[in-house]
C-alpha cells in the first residue's frame, strides 16, 4: 500500500504561483508513474499532469501547458507541481497520484491517491 501525503495548497492572487508537493511511504514507488489530477466545484476530476519514473515521459493537459511543471526527487519519493501564472479557473481540490502505468493516468484510473489539496485562485 502507498500512501502519499501533499502540502503546499493554498490561497493566491491570479497571476501568482505555487508549488504543490507529494511525498510517498514507499521507497520503490519511484519506480512507478506520479502526478496530478484536480476536481473543481460542480466539475468532474480532471488529469492535470504526470511524468514517469524516469522523468522521461511527460504530459499535460492543455488548459496548463506553458504554465505548470511536473518534476520528481526519485531520492525523496516526492513528486511536485509548480504552478505558475494562476488563474481562477485553477480553483480546484489537486489531488497527487500514483500509477504502476503512465496508460492508468491518462485512463483516469491511478492505483493511488493523495488527500487533496485546496488551491484557491481570486481574481
Known amino acids: 500500500q502507498v500512501q502519499l501525503v501533499e502540502s503546499g495548497g493554498g490561497l493566491v492572487q491570479a497571476g501568482g504561483s505555487l508549488m504543490l508537493s507529494c511525498a510517498t511511504s514507499q521507497a520503490t514507488a519511484h519506480t512507478y508513474a506520479m502526478g496530478w489530477f484536480r476536481q473543481a466545484p460542480g466539475k468532474e476530476r480532471e488529469f492535470v499532469a504526470l511524468?514517469?519514473?524516469?522523468?522521461?515521459?511527460?504530459a499535460y493537459a492543455d488548459s496548463v501547458k506553458g504554465r505548470f511543471t511536473v518534476s520528481r526527487d526519485n531520492a525523496k519519493n516526492t513528486v511536485y507541481l509548480q504552478m505558475n501564472s494562476l488563474k481562477a479557473e485553477d480553483t480546484a481540490v489537486y489531488y497527487c497520484?500514483?500509477?504502476?502505468?503512465?496508460?492508468?493516468?491518462?485512463?483516469?484510473?491511478?492505483?493511488?491517491w493523495g488527500q487533496g489539496s485546496q488551491v484557491t485562485v481570486s481574481s
Open positions: 497520484a500514483v500509477g504502476f502505468t503512465t496508460k492508468s493516468f491518462r485512463d483516469g484510473v491511478p492505483d493511488y
Open positions: 511524468i514517469n519514473w524516469g522523468g522521461d515521459v511527460i
